[in-house]
């Protein structure tokens, strides 16, 4: 079973907001990775994190890979009507498969 | 740009039918995956292959079979179609390890 605990489920915000998103374990992991999904496409990989701590920016969204390899958060600045769509963390270890959130739906009111 | 393509974005079938999803990558990935995505289950392993001939079960390998004869194409079988089945299938490759995974479009599957 899915053991990444993605928060909130759904948002919905205006847009021009800031978002924040986060996904625990009770696990360790070495490697953190964010994606997205547009409705129905594959997800596309936005960021990769592998050093606790490390912060990482790709355009407006940064991503953080907690310092006790337990968490990772995920931030959006400025969103905009694009930005809809489904966020998923995922997580592993050297050699192991990754292990996926059950993801954050954003939808952005223009 | 890795591509991750799938031979159908839909397809519809009938109970009892062999079904085959094809996923070619042009980026000469080792390791090739096949998911399954439901609402409130999220993406769970069905199979993956790290080279050519090779495969591994992953989380929910019953009631599918895969193929990879050549290193850029991986196809998943469904032997006898079933309704349960209905999903959104989804094709991934790697290219080292298991970590970074670039997704095809997904094939959104019916069997009526």
């Known amino acids: 079973g899915q053991q990444l605990n993605q928060s909130p489920q759904s948002m919905f915000i205006q847009e021009g907001e800031d978002v924040s998103m986060n996904c625990t374990s009770s696990?360790?992991?070495?490697?953190w990775l964010w994606y997205k999904q547009d409705p129905g496409e594959g997800p596309v990989l936005l960021i990769a994190?592998?050093?606790?701590?490390e912060l990482t920016s790709n355009g407006r969204l940064t991503a953080q890979f907690g310092i006790t390899r337990k968490d990772s958060f995920l931030n959006i600045s400025a969103s905009i009507p694009s930005d809809v769509g489904i966020y998923f963390c995922?997580?592993?270890?050297?050699?192991?498969?990754?292990?996926f959130g059950g993801g954050t739906r954003l939808m952005v009111k223009p | 740009d890795v591509k991750v393509t799938q031979s159908s974005r839909y397809l519809v079938k009938r109970t009892g039918e062999k079904v085959f999803l094809e996923c070619v990558q042009d980026?000469?990935?080792?390791?090739m995956f096949w998911y399954r995505q439901d609402p409130g289950l999220g993406l769970r392993l069905i199979y993956f292959?790290?080279?050519?001939?090779?495969?591994e079960k992953g989380d929910i390998p019953e009631g599918y079979s895969v193929s990879r004869e050549k290193k850029e194409r991986f196809s998943l079988i469904l032997e006898s179609a079933s309704t349960n089945q209905t999903s959104m299938y989804l094709c991934?490759?790697?290219?080292?390890?298991?970590?970074?995974?670039?997704f095809g479009p997904g094939t959104r599957l019916t069997v009526l």
């Open positions: 994190l592998y050093k606790a701590g």
């Open positions: 980026m000469d990935h080792e390791n």
């Open positions: 995922a997580a592993a270890n050297a050699g192991n498969m990754l292990t």
């Open positions: 696990s360790i992991f070495n490697t």
């Open positions: 991934a490759s790697s290219l080292g390890g298991y970590n970074e995974q670039f």
């Open positions: 292959s790290y080279d050519v001939k090779m495969k």
